[in-house]
């Protein structure tokens, strides 16, 4: 693989244009962390694809409301909360400014299915964080949608790139993902994904989930963010999904947190009883 290496992250780097924030998600940022329910309805609605992800999320076993649901307005204020529907919002229409290759292990569709259950994966765990430990559920929610935001900006920029990539992670399967990447890149996609972030201004919880989901032994600042991605991954990697370098939950991490592995394993049931409904997310986010 040494013929290929290229060093991407200089060729990002002298970009002059990048992918821009889709219009819509702007709208949505632009509303702030805790905007009026009605002005958030109102931007979600324009976007009927959305509004149904929205309503569908919200009537998923995830979340296990036993009512109705008959609008955006009931999802957001009986089930989601503003501010999770503000994130979920916003990580299905920031992912449409990518157009990566679909296929492979890296491809477009496996990421953003990987995506779609760290997020919920994500938010599930924050919930048992000890108050000590708190973190916003719906930060948790976008930092899982956007970890591996980096693995679509190497496919929409440089796409044979990423064949070469896609071929790499199959011929070479106990290899960790990033070892792969910087051999053929000289770089990885949690370095250029907090790149793309840090340009689109994106919050400092979810640039450091992007830049650090790889490293079980940050504790810096908003490192709760990138450690519950790592556990995430690295329990969808126990499903035999997505590219973490290890299934171990480190204990020290664990504590760290305080976190039982068996909140992590209530979490995993959770997930796998709503999964027809996170496919369909992903499917949604993945599509062009």
Known sequence: MAELARNIRSEIEKLTSIPVMPELAQRIMALGPHPEVRKLVAIVELDPGLAGQIVRQATSPFFGYRGRVNSVSDAVTRVLGVEPALR???GVIAGKAMRSPADG????????LQAA??????????ENL??????????CYLGGLMHN???????????????????????????????????LFMTDHTEVGAWLMQKWNMPEEVIVAVQRHHDETYRGENAIYANLALLADRLLQRLGQGGADSEELPAELLADLGLQEADLM?????????????DSLAAHMGSV
Not at 266 to 273: N, S
């Open 88 to 90: 979920l919002a916003f």
């Open 149 to 183: 935001i980096g693995l679509l900006l190497l496919g929409h920029l440089f796409p044979s790139d990423l064949h070469a990539l896609n071929k790499a992670v199959i011929e070479n399967p106990s290899t960790p993902l990033i070892n792969l990447e910087q051999r």
């Open 105 to 112: 292990p890296v491809g477009r569709k496996a990421v953003w």
């Open 117 to 126: 259950y760290s997020a919920a994966l994500m938010q599930s765990m924050a």
């Open 266 to 278: 209530d979490a995993v049931q959770r997930l796998l009883e709503s999964r027809s409904d996170l």
């Open 130 to 139: 000890p108050k000590s430990n708190r973190a916003l559920p719906g930060m």
